[in-house]
């Protein structure tokens, strides 16, 4: 479970991304999961009379407020944090992402248990993700202490994993697959695929190790299902690692976007891999 958290200075277009079609029709249902107080804030995916202007007014009151005293806006009010499941964890339903969102926004302090609480919401526009959205103006005009906000969000986001058995992604020792960013996931909305690169190469790589007898089967099984494998080898021509890229995934300056191995699985370095395969040979030689 990942979150990936940004800052802006309207909550008004950010709603209406969350709660609009997508970029590619790709947001399903949107609808509210979890708010600061749930009887006020209107949920323009489900109640017929609400609307993203109402919601956005009632999120914005007490900036609304400050500012009034102070003659402009404060600067960068906008909290925003996608929270997202790994893609073989089991989906979870509207009340375990309401847990989900009540526990970072509390360990984030945008909401901390005792004290003062900004406004947010959480909406579900996917099975697999929300997005946390906040106001970070408290009810007396000050802002919350949201120092470190992202490493506490991600350490609430390990503490769910563990209880909840969840597959831990992120950084840490436990750590096997990464997951894609926001940035990641953005880019393959617009290129129209179904996954990420990140998650899509993770695949390719399983998929290919499963058939692969040896390292050139292993890279020719890579190639095959379209993998552009750029090998790194020794002074001896040994092969000493690997990377991966997706075709059609290229960076700013045209070139194909390259995964080291290790980065999106590090149960797919190249040592590891020749482990496998040499395990996997007298396995398949045994026959009943």
Not at 45 to 65: E, K, M, N, S, Y
Not at 270 to 282: A, I, N, Q
Request: charged share 25%; net charge neutral; proline share 8%.
């Amino acid at each position: 479970m990942i979150p990936d958290i940004s800052r802006g200075n309207s909550i008004r277009p950010l709603l209406a991304y969350l709660y609009g079609p997508g970029r590619r029709e790709e947001h399903d249902d949107p609808h509210l999961v979890a708010a600061w107080d749930v009887h006020g804030a209107p949920d323009p995916g489900r109640a017929p009379d609400a609307t993203i202007r109402r919601l956005a007014a009632r999120l914005d009151q007490h900036a609304q407020l400050r500012a009034a005293e102070l003659g402009t806006m404060p600067p960068n009010r906008v909290w925003h944090c996608a929270v997202r499941a790994a893609p073989e964890d089991p989906i979870l339903d509207d009340a375990q992402w309401a847990e989900v969102a009540r526990r970072i926004v509390r360990a984030t302090g945008i909401a901390p248990e005792n004290g003062p609480a900004c406004r947010w919401v959480a909406v579900r526009h996917a099975v697999h993700h929300i997005h946390l959205a906040a106001v970070t103006i408290r009810p007396d005009g000050s802002r919350p202490l949201t120092h470190r906000d992202a490493a506490r969000a991600q350490a609430e986001c390990r503490a769910i994993e563990a209880e909840w058995a969840l597959r831990p992604v992120g950084t840490g020792p436990r750590v096997t697959t990464s997951y894609p960013t926001s940035a990641e996931i953005i880019k393959a909305e617009r290129h129209g695929w179904s996954e990420p690169s990140r998650v899509w190469l993770q695949q390719q790589m399983h998929l290919a190790l499963s058939e692969a007898a040896d390292l050139d089967t292993y890279f020719a099984a890579l190639a095959e299902r379209g993998v552009l494998v750029r090998v790194r080898r020794d002074e001896d021509n040994v092969a000493v690692g690997y990377s991966l890229a997706r075709p059609g995934d290229v960076g700013a300056g045209g070139k194909a976007v390259h995964f080291a191995a290790g980065r999106l699985d590090s149960a797919m370095t190249l040592p590891r891999v020749l482990h496998h395969l040499s395990e996997k040979k007298p396995a398949e030689g045994i026959r009943s």
